[in-house]
């Protein structure tokens, strides 16, 4: 059996790089050509609700986006935190009548709302739109994937880590860049763990000097030490 690379979010990061250009290129076309609206979203709130009527997918221009699921009992999970080049309310496409997650702007974001038939028209007609969905798509599925593995194989530590330093490649060439400050809540949510050992690995990784705390977060490449050691 082939083994799972160390870090596969290199793979994802590279994928979703190249069709965040595609897309950025395409959607300054594609608002001449109407069906699409470009709207600011404060800290908090919605795009959609879980539930509401599925007829746009979303593009994230810039600041964070956070799409939670809310079970029958009430019992809620984080399921991404998404960034510039990220598209959401993609299921629309594949005939899902009602949005399955809730979309919520975590801090101040701008994101271009595309109507389903402009989306539609755009994938079908404009190649680098094309490109730049199916590019996230195949990044999206590599990401389920590594989470997967990381739920069934890896320590809560390592999920940690490796989802720290996921929030901070998205600087130009690779390069890490300091995220907004997230809370332990939201970081055991994704990790599936506690928020009290969520406290105690943070603290750890300041000690160790692979964090740093101030008016954001910065996440340094020495963390990858936790994911790379045996």
Request: one cysteine or more.
């Amino acid at each position: 059996m082939p083994r799972l690379p160390k870090d596969p979010f290199v793979a994802h990061m590279t994928t979703a790089q190249l069709a965040v250009a595609r897309a950025d290129d395409a959607l300054v076309k594609a608002r001449l050509g109407g069906g699409c609206t470009r709207l600011r979203l404060r800290a908090g709130q919605a795009a959609f609700r879980q539930g509401d009527t599925g007829d746009a997918v979303f593009y994230v221009e810039d600041g964070a986006i956070q799409l939670r699921v809310l079970s029958a009992e009430g019992k809620e999970a984080i399921l991404a935190v998404l960034g510039h080049g990220d598209f959401f309310g993609e299921s629309c496409l594949a005939g899902y009548p009602l949005h399955l997650t809730t979309a919520v702007a975590t801090t101040a974001a701008a994101v271009t709302r595309i109507d389903k038939a402009a989306m539609t028209r755009l994938v079908r007609d404009d190649p680098r739109m094309a490109a730049a969905l199916v590019g996230f798509l195949l990044a999206r599925n590599v990401q389920v994937e590594a989470d997967l593995a990381e739920q069934m194989i890896h320590s809560a530590e390592h999920r940690l880590a490796r989802l720290l330093l996921e929030m901070a490649s998205g600087g130009r060439d690779g390069k890490l860049i300091a995220i907004p400050n997230i809370s332990q809540g939201v970081l055991a949510a994704r990790v599936g763990t506690t928020r009290s050992r969520i406290n105690q690995f943070m603290n750890r990784f300041r000690r160790l000097g692979y964090i740093e705390y101030g008016d954001e977060l910065t996440v340094h490449a020495s963390l990858n030490d936790v994911i790379v050691r045996p």
